[in-house]
């Protein structure tokens, strides 16, 4: 079946450096890869996504390569900032069952000033 | 962007007693609605999909018994722990999915059983 590893947190880091979070996953089909974050006491909320192999998705300052080759989705961003703390979740969905998502378990992190 | 209201954002209740979860789509039709439960420091896990006026789809090892789900119009799906005990603690969230595009997330309900 389809899983999603992604690393384990807490990651903490301070104000403008920079952040890597891996993700890879096991899928039998053509996914879609996606990031998700969820800031203290809200709900999940898309940040970026990638349907295809090369894709790079990009929002506020992140981004993540869908890499078929080494089957990764890593997150990136050159210079955080303390409002990027949060959790972090990668995700897979396969598109015949688009909507339903598998989960990594989430990397918490923690930016300080 | 799209709103999805989950209430209540937290629960606690007693052993045995049943509890219910509602999932609003405030600004779209939900064709489609998803439920999730996430244990602490693990990922969320699916645990069923509900199509409006169907009955819900569950995932291996879900007791639909347990987890009664309800999808009656295209704006609110419930979900109801019935006899709920210490082991059904955990985070439930939800997310509904217009006709075309991705689904959008409720803000989740923690839920403890004491």
């Known amino acids: 079946g389809n899983s999603v590893t992604q690393m384990e947190g807490p990651v903490t880091l301070s104000e403008e450096a920079f952040l890597t979070i891996n993700c890879t996953y096991t899928?039998?089909?053509?996914?879609?890869l996606f990031w998700y974050v969820q800031y203290p006491g809200e709900g999940l909320q898309l940040l970026l996504k990638?349907?295809?192999?090369?894709d790079k998705g990009s929002n506020k300052g992140f981004e993540a390569t869908y890499r078929k080759e080494t089957t990764s989705f890593h997150l990136e961003k050159g210079s955080v900032q303390v409002s990027d703390s949060a959790v972090y979740f990668c995700?897979?969905?396969?598109?015949?069952?688009?909507?339903?998502?598998?989960f990594g378990a989430g990397t918490q992190v923690v930016v300080t000033p | 962007g799209a709103v999805v209201s989950q209430h209540p954002s937290w629960v606690i209740c007693k052993s045995g007693t049943s509890v219910k979860i509602e999932c609003r789509s405030l600004?779209?039709?939900?064709?489609?609605m998803f439920w999730y439960r996430q244990f602490p420091k693990q990922s969320l896990m699916l645990m069923a999909t509900?199509?409006?006026?169907?009955?819900?789809?569950?995932e291996q090892g879900v007791e639909k018994d347990k987890f009664l789900i309800n999808h009656a119009s295209l704006t609110l799906s419930t979900l109801t722990v019935t006899s709920a005990h210490p082991e059904d603690s955990s985070f439930y969230i939800c997310?509904?999915?217009?006709?075309?595009?991705?689904?959008?997330f409720g803000q989740g309900t923690r839920l403890t059983v004491v």
């Open positions: 997310s509904a999915r217009p006709l075309t595009g991705l689904a959008f």
């Open positions: 899928a039998t089909g053509y996914p879609s």
């Open positions: 990638a349907t295809k192999a090369d």
């Open positions: 995700a897979l969905t396969e598109t015949d069952s688009w909507g339903k998502l598998q």
């Open positions: 600004d779209f039709q939900a064709t489609t």
């Open positions: 509900s199509n409006e006026g169907s009955k819900a789809t569950y």
